[in-house]
């Protein structure tokens, strides 16, 4: 259930009336709030009215009924509690009220009342107390012991709640999240019980294992840990100064990185020239020994003639022996070819320093021909790198000139985005006031809402308000129809009493009655006493007669008493002969046993007459007593006749001196009765008692009262009957005043509702133009932000999608940017490559002129020696000529 509304009013130190409407966005807005307040400022009394109003009871105090009631405040004589709340079932008021007699502070409490109403409809539902708490209990799901151990827990309550068992919680819980969720949260807390209950067995042990310390040690410790926090302080420092040390460490090896990086790169390079080292040694080389090209070539012309002139030495000396002896042979043959040889020789001598010439020259045309091919070689090697590069540095031209028009692409969208700069560092700002008008939006359209249920409210409101105007009218006019009326009776009864109140009338009749009675009395009294002294008379002469009967009768039963006794002791002689009489004839057997000169056993006689047969006959004796009990009866019987006659007589002696007495008495109070009548009617009444003619003055005073008492009976019977006209249309009058007392407070309730209603409404229009100030307020400000960035209609419906556009275009800036610093780097990776090879390019084409320089001076040096040797020898070969002079010189030899 959600309590929406509370209203009571003299509730303990509250006096007067309160209202407390939690559907306030001041209570709403956030969900929770507290009643806060110095004591006694009535914090529990408004929880006291919450309970009041559903149950009639709080958890101070017991019910409060007709015999007491500790929650009024004082000096007041009315109070209530009302509440508004609704749960599953629908939306109800409970309303509990009760007030003093006539609602003053002194009179006496009266019974309370209790209802429950439809908040929506205003139908009451039901009225009376115990059918109302089975209401609340079935729409709420609690009773007041439920309410009050989980909703709200009163002072000290909440410790019983806590600790109440399974048993008692169960039901509460059950009721208000249901037998399933419980059964889960059951679960869970016996899952969470057990594992506190775990944590706490641990913590328990470990506590065990815990010594406590004592107060040296607690200061060592205290002291230890000042110095701790010295050395903490210190440390710190020193941290920093590490941290410091560590980023200028960490700087230091960022930029050994770099060096390192570098050194890679001079390596490389370092390789590079390492690798070129032993071509460009050789290039070195070569340079310094093409001076002495030609002189190597001689130098090694000649050492190849030695070396074959060697060999050939060694192996001639192997053939020595055998040419040796050959040459004894052929020294003959020799000397024949001496001539032959000399002649050889000669020509050999004449042509081998010529040979030797073309040799020297063909040797420095062959030595031109390796720096020559060295140079080519290194000629076309640059050119090919030099190629290479030219390509790789066009294309390097090529890729830099797509990327810096990339850039510069990417620029112009930066420079024509660059208003999304701002997104950076303001998108997060924006969202946020997005996010807070939207929220401010959503209120307004609630408070809207709730504005429209309001006017419709308000439209029902001022509907039962003129409804209750209307009432109110026809109330009024019939109360004013009774009061028409009632003037009408008032001038008729005024009218009939003739200028007197009808108390006088009252009192005249009244007078006119007692008058009445005590003429009555004094008529009746009157005639009581003439009849009572007839009566006297009557009873004198009646005792007189009475009196002579009764000395007569006296007389007779006198002489009747002495017959009788004389009669009865005669019976009782005749009663005992007779008794005798029988006795003796009943003593047959004992006579029987009786001897003569014996004494009799019953009278101790010797002598025994019956026993010799005389025995009495009862006969004649009998018939005696029988004669003389008729005798007897008879007498006996005027002797009861005469008592009875006598005792007729003297209870009527009794009775005439009673009735003599009683007349007496009579004539006493009929004396008394006139003379108190002849006192109180009044002096007027010309009578005594003692008047002869006191019946015919009485019958004279009796007849004018009687037409006065007629006339006042008349009077005050038709004023009783108007009077009784004029207390119908009195307590009609009070009913309809009463009815229009309620019709008015009615309808003030219905205006001071529509009056609430209305300042409802205007607080909630209010409370819109507020929330709506706040959301122009908020979107001009927001429009001011994102106009900026070229955002112009700022719609609420399209926040989201602008929020999603804006962080789009952030996102798209921060790429660019990103992608601008890539494209940066790579330009500026690339400008430093063509830079790099353009040096590359230019040492090489420089190195190139340089061989190519050289190759065309040796170019021209061969040449020279070409046509130098073609000058001398032509064409000829000087191996092949000195192979045909020595084959000659052989031949001759």
């Known amino acids: 259930m959600r309590i929406l509304q509370v209203r009571f009013k003299n509730l303990n130190s509250l006096v007067g009336e309160w209202q407390i409407d939690l559907t306030h966005p001041a209570f709403a807005a956030d969900g929770i709030f507290a009643i806060t307040g110095p004591t006694g400022a009535g914090k529990t009394t408004i929880l006291d009215a919450i309970c009041l109003a559903l149950y009639g009871r709080t958890p101070r105090l017991n019910k409060v009924t007709k015999s007491g009631n500790e929650i009024m405040s004082r000096q007041t004589g ?169 980023t200028w460490l960490d700087g230091i090896a960022r930029l050994e990185k770099e060096s390192k990086q570098l050194g890679q790169q001079k390596d490389d390079l370092q390789t590079q020239l390492d690798a070129f080292a032993p071509e460009q040694e050789k290039l070195r080389l070569a340079s310094q020994a093409l001076e002495l090209a030609g002189d190597y070539s001689t130098l090694t012309s000649v050492r190849s003639g030695q070396e074959v002139d060697r060999c050939n030495l060694a192996e001639r000396q192997k053939s020595l022996p055998v040419h040796e002896a050959a040459a004894k042979q052929a020294e003959e043959a020799m000397k024949t070819a001496t001539e032959q040889l000399e002649i050889k020789k000669m020509e050999q001598q004449k042509a081998l320093p010529v040979i030797r010439k073309v040799r020297e020259l063909d040797l420095k045309v062959a030595e031109k021909d390796t720096p020559i091919n060295a140079a080519t070689t290194t ?50 700002g924006i969202c946020g006031r997005f996010e807070v008008l939207q929220t401010i939006h959503r209120q307004l359209i609630n408070k809207f809402e709730e504005i429209s249920q309001t006017e419709g409210q308000l439209q029902e409101i001022s509907r039962c308000w003129q409804e209750q105007l209307t009432t109110l009218a026809e109330k009024k006019c019939s ?75 006296t007389e007779k039963l006198k002489d009747q008493t002495e017959k009788l006794a004389s009669l009865e002791k005669e019976i009782g002689l005749l009663e005992i002969q007779l008794t005798l009489l029988k006795k003796i004839e009943g003593l047959e057997e004992a006579r029987h046993q009786l001897q003569d000169g014996e004494p009799c056993p019953l009278c101790g006689a010797k002598e025994h007459p019956f026993a010799e047969g005389n025995i009495p ?59 108190q009548a002849c006192l109180d009617l009044p002096p007027d009444f010309e009578w005594a008692v003692s008047d002869p003619d006191l019946g015919v003055k009485l019958k004279g005073l009796k007849d004018e009262n009687h037409q006065a008492l007629e006339h006042a009976t008349q009077v005050v019977q038709t004023a009783e009957s108007v009077e009784k006209a004029l207390n119908t249309l009195r307590e009609s009058l009070e009913k309809a005043k009463e009815l229009v007392v309620e019709a008015e407070r009615e309808t003030q309730a219905a205006a001071h509702k529509k009056d609430l209603a209305g300042q409802f409404l205007k607080r909630l229009k209010k ?27 700022l719609s609420v419906n399209l926040l989201d999608q602008i929020q999603e556009q804006l962080t789009a275009r952030r996102d798209q800036w921060m790429a660019r940017q990103n992608e601008k610093a890539e494209l940066d780097q790579k330009i500026a990776a690339l400008d430093l490559q063509t830079r790099h090879k353009a040096e590359q390019i230019q040492n090489s084409d420089s190195e190139l002129k340089q061989q190519q320089e050289l ?3 040796l170019l021209r ?28 010189i052989d031949s001759a030899d």
């Open 861 to 888: 040096e061969r040449k020279a020696l070409e046509l130098e040797r073609q000058d001398i020898y032509g064409d000829k070969n000087p191996d092949d000529e000195e192979v045909h002079l020595s084959s000659a």
């Open 617 to 675: 006959l009862p006969d004649e004796t009998q018939q005696y007593l029988g004669t003389g009990r008729a005798d007897l009866k008879a007498v006996a019987d005027t002797v009861s006749d005469l008592k009875v006659k006598l005792a007729q007589v003297a209870k009527d002696l009794e009775q005439v001196a009673s009735g003599q007495k009683e007349q007496a008495e009579n004539i006493d109070e009929a004396n008394h009765l006139i003379a």
């Open 767 to 793: 409370e819109a133009e507020g929330l709506q100030s706040q959301q122009e307020e908020s979107r001009r400000i927001l429009k001011e932000d994102v106009q900026a960035f070229g955002v112009e209609a």
């Open 78 to 246: 009315v109070c209530f509690a009302e509440v508004t709340f609704e749960s599953q079932a629908g939306r109800y008021r409970c309303h509990w009220s009760q007030h003093r007699a006539r609602k003053k502070p002194g009179g006496e409490l009266q019974p309370p009342k209790h209802e429950i109403t439809d908040a929506d409809s205003g139908q009451v539902l039901e009225t009376k107390i115990l059918e109302v708490a089975k209401k609340i209990e079935k729409t709420t799901g609690m009773d007041f012991e439920r309410f009050t151990r989980s909703m709200l827990l009163a002072q000290g309550g909440f410790d019983t709640f806590l600790k109440a068992d399974s048993g008692d919680r169960a039901p509460i819980l059950e009721q208000i999240t249901g037998t399933e969720i419980y059964s889960r949260i059951s679960m869970r807390v016996h899952e969470r019980r057990s594992e506190e209950r775990n944590r706490l067995n641990t913590l328990e042990a470990e506590l065990d294992g815990i010594h406590l310390l004592s107060e040296e040690d607690e200061q060592q410790l205290t002291t230890s840990l000042e110095q701790k926090s010295h050395q903490d302080a210190e440390l710190n420092q020193q941290i920093s100064h590490q941290n410091q040390a560590i």
């Open 479 to 553: 109360q004013e129809g009774i009061q028409a009326v009632l003037a009408e009776k008032r001038s008729e009864i005024n009218s009939l009493l003739e200028d007197k109140e009808l108390a006088d009338w009252r009192k005249s009749l009244s007078l006119l009655t007692t008058q009445k009675e005590l003429l009555v009395k004094a008529t009746e009294a009157t005639q009581s006493l003439l009849k009572s002294k007839q009566t006297l008379d009557d009873l004198r002469s009646r005792k007189a007669t009475l009196n002579v009967e009764e000395s007569t009768l």
């Open 379 to 428: 000629i076309a090697g640059y050119k090919t790198s030099i190629e290479v590069l030219r390509t790789q540095q066009n294309e390097d031209y090529a890729d830099l000139k797509g990327k810096r028009k990339t850039l510069e692409n990417l620029l112009q969208q930066l420079e024509k985005t660059k208003a999304d700069k701002g997104l950076v560092e303001n998108l997060t």
């Open 855 to 857: 190759r065309d001076g």
